[in-house]
């Protein structure tokens, strides 16, 4: 069984620019969220999809999008980089939008804004 | 809106001591209780769970018990060892939500 994967393991972007990171689910999983984890902080939740669509956001500005492709892996796009936007960037897979199953975490990237 | 406020770190052990980290929450009906552990560089591993209330959740020696009295879920271990040096993150799902709400976070580190 593999497990979640995300890359890159790091990146280190520029104040203003944009990044794409990547996921890949837990085979059998159609259910991905992703967590912003700021230091020293727990993870928030930034968005979930299912089946390729939204299924629920928290609260991040529009500048953070996603998508979700049919094999179920998963994008994370951050727009007009901020120095707070700094942070591990964890993805989840679940199946069945995770109600009571629980969430199987990737290693996260970590991008470092400057 | 959930929220779940958990025992301030670090904390820090001589290896077989007894653990107790403290978790409260806030929910709104039934949620779903989780603690997770961070190992250095790593991801979040779920360490167990309780779905409903006096449940007890336990894995590699560790347990927790749904309190819906007191709106608690500690965790404990009877004697710990250097491994499980780690961050240990309390968290929720609530009924019906697609979030998980987690908690700031403890750092734990075990001395021999």
């Known amino acids: 069984e593999t497990g979640v994967t995300q890359s890159p393991t790091h990146l280190i972007k520029t104040r203003g620019q944009q990044v794409t990171l990547r996921c890949s689910s837990q085979?059998?999983?159609?259910?991905v969220s992703w967590y912003q984890q700021a230091l020293g902080q727990g993870p928030q939740f930034i968005f979930q999809?299912?089946?390729?669509?939204?299924?629920g956001r928290g609260n991040f500005p529009p500048r953070f999008s996603g998508l979700q492709f049919p094999n179920y892996s998963s994008e994370l796009n951050v727009n007009a980089l901020e120095l707070d936007d700094s942070a591990l960037y964890l993805c989840?897979?679940?199946?069945?939008?995770?109600?009571?199953?629980?969430?199987?975490f990737g290693n996260g990237t970590r991008l470092t804004v400057t | 809106g959930d929220s779940v406020t958990q025992m301030e770190g670090p904390v820090t052990l001589s290896e077989e001591a007894f653990l107790t980290i403290n978790c409260t929450y806030t929910?709104?009906?039934?949620?779903?209780l989780f603690w997770y552990v961070q190992y250095p560089g790593e991801g979040l591993q779920l360490l167990l769970k309780?779905?409903?209330?006096?449940d007890k959740g336990s894995n590699k020696g560790f347990e927790a018990t749904y309190r819906k009295e007191t709106t608690s879920f500690h965790l404990e271990k009877g004697s710990v060892q250097v491994s499980d040096s780690a961050v240990y993150f309390c968290?929720?799902?609530?009924?019906?939500?697609?979030?998980?709400?987690f908690g700031t976070g403890t750092r734990l580190t075990i001395i021999p």
């Open positions: 929910a709104t009906g039934y949620p779903s």
């Open positions: 085979s059998g999983h159609n259910t």
């Open positions: 999809y299912y089946r390729e669509e939204e299924n």
């Open positions: 989840a897979s679940s199946s069945d939008r995770g109600v009571g199953s629980p969430l199987h």
């Open positions: 309780a779905t409903k209330a006096d």
């Open positions: 968290a929720l799902i609530g009924a019906g939500n697609e979030k998980l709400t």
